[in-house]
């Protein structure tokens, strides 16, 4: 998701021509893949996390899981150069450790708006996100020309709340997303066994709900989960996701039975296929 989301950046930025975006990834060959893609000195490549915040007073992380994002912005925050800086962090993780790092932050004289994004990888690359950016009025407002136009489509506003806000809509949503994908699975399946067939529910889908159902049988009857070379999205990302919410829920003395059916049938296709699942 950072590799589109950073194209979009600078591609589409009303920043000055001066300015570059400074990219930092454990796995360099990412920038490097970024950077070629891109007009000359649009893109600079920062050796360590410090290396950013030489260079730029907005940072944004999109990482894959909370220890991922944890490990990064202490990194930050014990280069003292945090100061004044605004973290908008991007990733899927629970609302708990995004109160944690918020905090964090602003103990060290930084700034911090919580930002994650509803979309698929395509949507990321399209600039068709939806991003939910929560924290002060003030931080809000440096973020959001960021947003719609540049690397989404829409904005839910929650300036003004909490940070975790807008990672506790986040994990609800996707629980949504991986519910809706589940239903079309199963419903693919039935078509099948009873002599139905797969393209006359595709057709009902598209008629009845379109964009992503229809999308996700799409993708179903293609067979594009097997044949990508890397998952569009790995069992092992979706399962943390589910975590979360089944975590949220059982804090709040609630189930989420449906979402404990994903997490059992993710767990076979982790079992099968390891790093190679895909929860699509």
């Not at 002060?136 to 003004?160: E, N, S």
């Amino acid at each position: 998701m950072g590799w589109p989301m950073c194209h979009n950046l600078v591609s589409k930025s009303l920043w000055p021509e001066q300015s570059a975006l400074v990219v930092f990834n454990r796995t360099r060959q990412r920038c490097e893949g970024l950077q070629a893609q891109l007009p000359p000195a649009s893109v600079v490549i920062a050796e360590s996390i410090r290396g950013v915040l030489d260079s730029a007073d907005i940072i944004f992380t999109c990482l894959s899981d909370g220890q991922a994002v944890r490990e990064v912005v202490e990194a930050a925050l014990a280069s003292r150069q945090a100061a004044g800086k605004l973290f908008v962090e991007c990733s899927t993780i629970h609302p708990r450790e995004t109160a944690d790092l918020a905090a964090d932050v602003r103990q060290a004289g930084a700034c911090f708006v919580a930002c994650p994004v509803f979309g698929a990888p395509d949507r990321a690359h399209s600039g068709q996100l939806v991003c939910v950016p929560a924290g002060t009025r003030a931080d809000v407002q440096r973020v959001l020309p960021y947003c719609r136009g540049v690397m989404g489509r829409a904005v839910i506003d929650l300036t003004g709340r909490a940070p975790e806000t807008a990672t506790t809509l986040k994990v609800l949503g996707n629980s949504f997303i991986f519910n809706m994908a589940e239903a079309v699975a199963e419903g693919h399946v039935l078509a099948e066994k009873t002599g139905l067939g797969g393209a006359l529910l595709h057709e009902y889908l598209s008629l009845f709900f379109p964009g992503i159902y229809e999308a996700y049988s799409q993708r179903m009857l293609s067979g594009d989960y097997h044949k990508r070379d890397e998952p569009a999205f790995t069992a092992s990302l979706a399962r943390k996701d589910i975590r979360h919410a089944l975590d949220l829920s059982s804090t709040c003395g609630a189930r989420l039975p449906a979402l404990e059916v994903v997490d059992g049938h993710l767990a076979a296709v982790e079992r099968l296929k390891h790093e190679k699942g895909d929860y699509n």
